[in-house]
T-cell receptor, first 113, second 114 residues
Framework: GEDVEQSLFLSVREGDSSVINCTYT??????LYWYKQEPGAGLQLLTY?????DMKQDQRLTVLLNKKDKHLSLRIADTQTGDSAIYFC?????????????FGSGTRLSIRP | EAQVTQNPRYLITVTGKKLTVTCSQN?????MSWYRQDPGLGLRQIYY???????DKGDVPEGYKVSRKEKRNFPLILESPSPNQTSLYFC?????????????FGSGTQLSVL
């Protein structure tokens, strides 16, 4: 079945770049997402990438997709304290709608001064 | 303001005492869903609804019920809560059935079953 895997923790120094990685198993997934969960809040969609793209950039965020290795990454440039959160990778299987979006376990990003 | 509202934010109860967690969205969304979040397991889908009176099981439906009598509301019902249902619960909604549908999440309900 489908599975999305992420490491649980990442710690970076303020001002450095953060790279959060994710692997997925369904090679036919069409959309892959990054959601952000701030403390005490629900998830918010940060960005998404369509599977025919290799890269998507949006201000400080860069998403890289390696379809051959089924690897998705989120790079946050110039990491700030406000970036402290849990980041979820997610995919939508090809045979279903958003009702079957599959989430990874989340990566908790902490920022060191 | 477009939002998904869950109540209560925190709930402590005892085993076997029926409870309901409410969820309401003001965006006229067709799709609504319930997830539970547990450490190391991410979000797991409990139930979802594609429209009024249309509900379906997610990955972990055991011990839960839902109803969708109105488009805006999607309550989660625990008829006889047990300690393994202690978790953080999220309601979410989206506009429709598109493949790239942004999910809007509520702020969560932290449930503890003693």
């Amino acid at each position: 079945g489908e599975d999305v895997e992420q490491s649980l923790f990442l710690s970076v120094r303020e001002g450095d770049s953060s790279v959060i990685n994710c692997t997925y198993t369904d090679s036919s997934s069409t959309y892959l997402y990054w959601y952000k969960q701030e403390p005490g809040a629900g998830l918010q969609l940060l960005t998404y990438i369509f599977s025919n793209m290799d890269m998507k950039q949006d201000q400080r965020l860069t998403v890289l997709l390696n379809k051959k290795d089924k690897h998705l990454s989120l790079r946050i440039a110039d990491t700030q304290t406000g970036d402290s959160a849990i980041y979820f990778c997610a995919e939508t299987p090809p045979y279903s709608s958003a009702s079957k979006i599959i989430f990874g376990s989340g990566t908790r990003l902490s920022i060191r001064p | 303001e477009a939002q998904v509202t869950q109540n209560p934010r925190y709930l402590i109860t005892v085993t076997g005492k029926k409870l309901t967690v409410t969820c309401s969205q003001n965006m006229n969304h067709e799709y609504m869903s319930w997830y539970r979040q547990d450490p190391g397991l991410g979000l797991r889908q409990i139930y979802y609804s594609m429209n009024v009176e249309v509900t379906d099981k997610g990955d972990v439906p055991e011990g839960y019920k839902v109803s969708r009598k109105e488009k805006r509301n999607f309550p989660l019902i625990l008829e006889s809560p047990s300690p393994n249902q202690t978790s953080l619960y999220f309601c979410a909604s989206s506009a429709g059935r598109g493949r790239n549908e942004k999910l809007f999440f509520g702020s969560g309900t932290q449930l503890s079953v003693l």
